[in-house]
Every structure is written in C-alpha cells, then in structure tokens.
C-alpha cells in the first residue's frame, strides 16, 4: 500500500509540473501587409493586398512620411484651415493625418481546436478597429490602452483566417503632441483550456508588510471556472533571481459554482530576509501561479515579476523607499522614441532608460498616457520609480475623438490600473494632466466629481498607491485667486506643473498636503530643485529631456528642442549641469559655451534655454560667454595652460549654484581645460580641444548582446574624425548606409530638429560631426555588415553579430 501511494504521488507530482498544455502566447507581430490611407472592401478575405507593403509590428505608419510644411501665405486666423496648420506646428510633428490598413493571414496551429483563443492588442493609435474575415470584431476608442478579443467562435480552423486592422490618427486637433499612427505595439494570439483560464491580468500581488528579516506577500487571481466543482486547486511557486523557489505550495480554493469568474485570495506568503526591491538595487522575484484540474494536470499558468518594497508619503518627509528618504529626479516626456517614432522597441527604451540612469535619474512620469509594458518591465529592472498617468484632459477630442470621454474612462481605468499593479517601479498613480481649469469638464466643477468616481473605480482595484493629478497652478481656485484648486484639495498628492513656489503657502494653510513638482522647466533648471524644501517635497520630473517629435514651436523645428538630450540621443552640455545636481557624490565638471538666447514661452512658463555647444573650433578674435557646470568646491579655467582665474562655486545660492558664468573668454586655436577642486584637490576635468579636418568616419555599435528575434535594436554611432580620431563638431557630411545581413535599417537620425530629412531610409547628415543609424534583426543569426560612406572621408565598416536566444 506504500509503495502504491508513492507511484501516485511521483504521478501527481509530474502532472502538477508539467504544463504542456497550459496557455500559449504566439506572437503576431510578424509579416503584415500595410496600406496608407482608406481602402474600401480590404477588410474582406479575398481581398488582393499583394501590392501592399511589408511590415512587421510595432510599426508606426506616420513617421516615413513626408513632412507637411505650412504653406508661405497662410496666416494664422481663426479659419478651419489654419487653425489645423497652427495645430500641426505645435503639435503632431508636421505629418498628415489619415488611416492606415493593416492585414495578416494565418492559419491556427490544429491543437487549438478546442481551445479558448484571445487576440490581444496592447494599442492601436490613435483609435482602431478590428476584424477577422470581415466581420468587426472589436477595437479602441484610446489607444495608449490594450484590450482582448475573444475568437474563439470566430476563428475558422484548417484554413486561412484574415485579420484586418484599421488605425486612424483622427484630427490634428485630436492630440496635443505627436502619437504616431498604427500597431504601434505587440499584438498576440492567447490559447487556453476553456474551462479553467485566468482572465486578462488576473494577478494582483502585494506586499503589505516589509520589516527588517521579512515581508508579507500577498497574492490574489482571477480565475474562470466553468466545471462543476467547489474547490480550485492552485499552486503558488515564488522564485528569486537565481532561480531558486523560496516558496512552493498547493492550495484549494473554495470556489462558488454560481460566480464562473471571480478573484480569489490565493496565498499569504512570508519571505525571511528578503532581498528588497530599491532604485540602487532593483531585485526582483517572479510568482508562478498554477491553476489545476481535479486530476492535478495544468489547466493553466501565469507568472509575473515582482518587487519586495515599502513606500511611504508624508507631508514631514515626502517619499520613502524602503525607509529610506529619497528625492524622485525624474524626466517627464512623451512616449514615442525618436527616429523611431511611437513604435514601441524595448531596446530604444532601455537605452534611454540607461542613458538617464547615468546622469543621475531614477523617476520617470508617463505624461500624459499610459506607456507600455516593457516599459515598466525596464523601469522594475532598472530601479526607476514611476508615476503612472492614464490621460491629458478628460476631454472627449483628446482621448481619442471618436466617443465622449465620459463613455471610455470606466473601461480604460481597470485596463490601466490591473495590467501595471504588480510593477515595483509604480509608486503612484496620476489620472490627468492639466484638467483643472477647464470649465467644460463633465460634471462642470473644474474636475472634482471625474476624478472622485474614477479614483472609486482605480481603489477597487490597487489600493497601495496614492492617485494624483498633475496640474497647473496657475489656474488656482477662480474665487480667490490665492488658493489651491478644488480638485488639489481632493488629490492624496498636490502635483504642480511648475509652480514650485506655490508650495510654502499651500503648506501654511493646508498641512497635510504632499508636494510633488510634476513638471519643471529646463529654463529654471537648478533654482527648480534647490529652493524646494527638499526633506519634506517628494521631488520633480523634468519636462523633455529628451528632445522629442511634435510640439514644436515653429517651422522648421519638427518638435520639442528644450531637453538636454537631444532627439538622437547625444547630451547638450546643460545635460552635465543636470548630472552635477542629481549625481551629487560624482565629482562633474563641463563646459558649456553660449552661442543664442532662446526665449520661447510654452504653456505661460518660460522655457527657452541658451542654445550652447563644448567645441573649440571658433572663429579667430571672437570671445565668448560660457558656465562650467561643477558640483565642485571651485574651477579653474585655462586656455592653452594659461589660467583666466578660479572662481568657487556658490553652494548658498539656488539662481547659480553649480553653474559659473565666465564672460568674454578670448578664443585661442589650441584647448580650453575646466579643472574642478574639492578640498583643494583636483576632482574632475573638461578639455576640449581644436581638432583638425576631418578625415574618416568612425562607428561605434551599442548592442553588444544583440538578439536575433526580428526586435532588438542596434544603435550604431558615426561621427567624422580628424587623424588624430577626434570628433569633428563642424562636419556636416551627408553619410550613406549600407546593411548586408539579417537585419534592416529601421531609423536614421542626428539631433537637428530643424531639418527636412525624414528619420527613414539610409542616408542622413551629421549634425555637429555625428548621426545614429537604427538596425532591427532578423528572426535567423549571424554576421552583419554596416557601411558607413560620405563623399571625402574614408568610409566605416562596422562588422556585428545577432545572436540566437
């Protein structure tokens, strides 16, 4: 009898590991056909899409066409016609709106019959519709969310099955920045046992108690059962970041036959020592969540990531991680990744998302939508902390356009809300942008009632983080014109665009409240964060650090050109002032020479910069005004070895701390050095020098570990150099690339805004001596081949290998 009770346990036991037939996720961003522009009948099967392009997804359809310059004799009065002008100059990146087709054959795998299928889309911008052999299916009225589809009735098997897409970017009025256009983001077909499945996100875990030697983890699921049963059988398996299971235990869950879908607490764990999640040391575990049938096989499995951490708020200390008081330092910009448009590349985020991290960030706001999941996914691993935001204005024309906004936001709150809850990188949640001025809100009371039933609906479903609203304070409340808005009073965190200042008044007469500088200007960079109170604020998020596409201030700058990064990724020098303030135990030095004023007013803050360049390349006789940007006790400044003086850095003073002005700098061919002391040791240095022609091109590829699985992304960087290998800033050189191998230029790009070249095809000039060149990979391995060419410099040839996962 004991040995039989052994073999069923071994039995058992295999079955309850073995979960070949649990869920599959198959991606379908592969081999699509494309059209520009509205096709009658192409929604249809037999519809002749051969003439069509090829394009894999994500895919962004507006970015390869042509600019759309405003036409000389247009004026900007109140008619139709100028009025979209207007709204293409400073908004949506110069690029026609329109639809775009999309179409996919395939025939299902046989061992889905029977089975429950789901397509699932994370976005279609900026509304979409869906079809599978020419019926509507499904599809969004705001695209920055996901949602499923249920083909299981639907899909016709031992056959083709057509899928058919159509993306619309709606009016120019219809967003306030560039969204691209088109399946912008994954797109997967979802098998599972159709009787026992989790639903669409269905994990929520939490950790409600972190002490010193352990932590509480708590994990519910949403589960649909449709067998005759009273109990669930789940396995719940924590995983470290070594792979070790700290955890694995089998559960039954009563179950109420009545109720088919349902959450259920699954498990309450506790972790001894856990390995806490923070921004210096991201750690994260990984649960697998296993449902089971009766006869212990796998019906299903799910796994998420997630983080052991504590964050608290309070109005004496503003944020804290782990106990521990941190500032958030963080970047406010759009979703979309330069030459790439809103196509959505990991690898193009965790490059920027490493660019930051070296100059000193760890916080990231979603302004002003949600971004997508391997965004968060990069920020869990990198240890940023995000502000999580749904929407702009709760206005109908910029939450898709098609349908009031009053009809979406019940749907795209639990979307939003349960697909980012298991993020350690989200520590609040922000519903809007910038709304509480607007009279025509619904419920017409500047935002109050909007944000109280959202803010029901978002606690119904994560109640771990408090929920904001970013506003601008300038519009404070209509009455007295010295208060806080209604709606500031009703956010568990006062978030301000900009008005910084506000935050001593507020805190005399409103005690409990919670400061948070939701944006902050490049223009008052420095005096922005040190004249907070910066033991009691939570911190702030720069606004466009990173040069972006859209929103531009007038033709020819195609976008945003106030972040100290510019839209190709190099940084300004005023990004080296930034990195002196958030890297404050990083000795910095940097030069910065000015070459322009720029004076720009945008949304009634000023947010124009000093246009400024660190070359030494000038013209003989000329002098010049710069800053060194230290975080030094004092700089020197020479030319040729010959000092211009010391000056200290005033610590005491927000308007110029870290940054000292020196005018009327002679220029001499030669170098021009900054040395930073500390103590009266040199810390840090700058040099640049006068280089000399320039003679080739050099290349330098970022992607060392290079992924053959049609997504990853090699950045390769081209400048001109002189003999002796420098950066020729002065070049300007059109390069033109060639690629042998399994891979495609996807994106060519420099940092001048200004130019008419598109961020398409295989040519593009330097601009300050550099241009980066885009690759995606092929799905098969092995050795590619760029050329890098220009008419009177020695040609680049940067050889690159794609690896097999």
Known sequence: MKKISLIFSALMAFLTVSADDARIVRTMNFDWRFHAGDVAGCEVPGFNDKGWQSVDVPHDFQISQPWVPPAKDEKADNSDAASNVKSRLSSRGFKEMGIGWYRKSFTPDASWKGKRIVLDFEGIMLVGDVYLNGERIGGTEYGYVGFEIDITKKLKFSQENVIAVKANTQKPENSRWYTGGGLFRDVNIIVTDPQMYFTRHPLYITTPVVEAGKASVKVQAEIACYLRTNKLKVNTKIIDALGNAVYDVTKDIDFNRGQKINEHPIDSITISNPHLWSCEDPYLYKAQITLLRPDGSVADMVTENFGVRKIEYSPEFGFKLNGKKVIMKGIANHHTLGALGAAVYPRAIEKRLQMLKEFGFNHVRTSHNPYSKSFLDLCD???????????????????????????IWQYDVPEFVKRDRNHPSVVMWSLGNELQTYWDLPYADWGVT??????????????????????HPRGRNLKTDSLPAPLVLETDIAAYNYRYMYFPGDSKRFPHLMFYQSEANTAAMGPNYYEMDLDKVIGLAYWGMIDYLGESHGWPAKGWTQGVFDISLEPKPIAYF????????????????????DNTVWNDVKVGTQTMSDHWNRKEGSKMSLYTYTNADEVELLVNGKTIGV???????????????????????????????????VVARH???????????????????????????????????????RRV????????????????????????????ELTVGNSRSLYKGTATVILRSKKEAGKVTLTASADGLKTSKTVMLSVAE
């Open 381 to 407: 691993k990198y240890g940023f902390l995000v502000v999580d935001e749904l929407y702009d204005k709760w206005l109908t024309k910029f939450a898709g356009g098609r349908t009031a906004w009053e009809n």
């Open 729 to 756: 800033q002065t070049s300007d050189n059109k390069i033109r690339f060639e690629v042998s191998g399994p891979a495609e230029i996807v994106g060519v790009i420099n940092g001048n805004l200004a130019s008419d």
């Open 647 to 681: 000056r200290k850095n005033d610590r005491n003073n927000p308007k110029v701390r870290n940054k000292i002005r020196w005018d009327n700098v002679a220029y001499q061919k030669g170098n021009i050095e900054a040395v930073a002391r500390k103590g009266g040791k």
């Open 687 to 725: 040099k640049i020098e006068t280089t000399g022609e320039a003679k080739r091109l050099a290349a330098v590829a970022d992607n060392k570990d290079w992924k053959a699985d049609g997504m990853d992304l090699q950045h390769v960087r081209v400048c001109a150099v002189d003999s002796k290998g």
């Open 578 to 597: 930034l990195r002196s303030i958030f890297n404050e135990n990083e000795p910095i030095v940097h030069i910065g020479i000015i070459d322009k004023d």
């Open 450 to 471: 909007a944000y109280r039933l959202q803010k029901v609906l978002l606690n119904r479903y994560d109640t771990t983080r408090p929920v904001t609203v970013a506003m």
